[in-house]
């Protein structure tokens, strides 16, 4: 059974930065794109940024020039590193990716459990 799961959450001051990670698991024949959202308190899921299995990077324009998204494909793996973090920031990301199952026949859209994210002083 594929699974994604996020880590790296926690607390972080403000102007400070975090590093997310997510790694997909279970038999994977392929993994495509691969996104990170995050969704605040009361509002809804907002897509941060994502990376093609080419490398080929995209980012929400209320964070582009303080995040960096990589991957390591041979792990497949999806890391997120967020800098000068503001309190705006706080929110549970999610990690999604377009992957095929072994057992599939096509590509699915996969969702982690979402890891917190908080800033504040």
């Known amino acids: 059974q594929v699974q994604l799961v996020e880590s790296g959450g926690g607390l972080v001051q403000p102007g400070g930065s975090l590093r997310l990670s997510c790694a997909a698991s279970g038999n994977i024949d392929s993994v495509n794109a691969m996104v990170w959202y995050r969704q605040a308190p009361g509002k809804q899921r907002e897509w941060v940024g994502g990376?093609?299995?080419?490398?080929?990077?995209n980012y929400a324009d209320s964070m582009k020039g303080r995040l960096s998204i990589s991957r390591d494909n041979a792990n497949n793996a999806v890391y997120l590193q967020m800098t000068a973090l503001k309190p705006e920031d706080t929110a549970v990301y999610y990690c999604?990716?377009?992957?095929?199952?072994?057992?599939?026949?096509?590509?699915?859209?996969?969702w982690g459990q979402g890891t917190q994210v908080t800033v504040s002083s």
């Open positions: 999604n990716a377009v992957l095929k199952d072994h057992s599939a026949s096509w590509y699915a859209n996969y």
């Open positions: 990376i093609t299995k080419g490398g080929r990077r």
